[in-house]
């Protein structure tokens, strides 16, 4: 049983994976807030051009 936990203490995969998770986790919530502030101000934009016509 104490050879099974060692080896599961050594295994990195695991780890790995979850680390590559996070870094995605945190692209996807960068990307979101990005597009949201675009969005916000190409909303402002056509709107100006709407009233402007």
């Known amino acids: 049983m104490f050879k099974r936990f060692v080896k599961l203490m050594n295994d990195s995969k695991g780890a790995t994976a979850i680390e590559y ?3 995605a986790a945190l692209i996807a919530v960068a ?7 675009i969005g916000t101000k190409l909303n402002t934009t056509f709107g ?3 009233n402007a016509l």
Not at 31 to 37: H, K, S, V
């Open 48 to 50: 100006n051009v709407s």
């Open 31 to 37: 990307a979101i807030g990005a597009m949201r502030g």
């Open 21 to 23: 998770g996070l870094i």
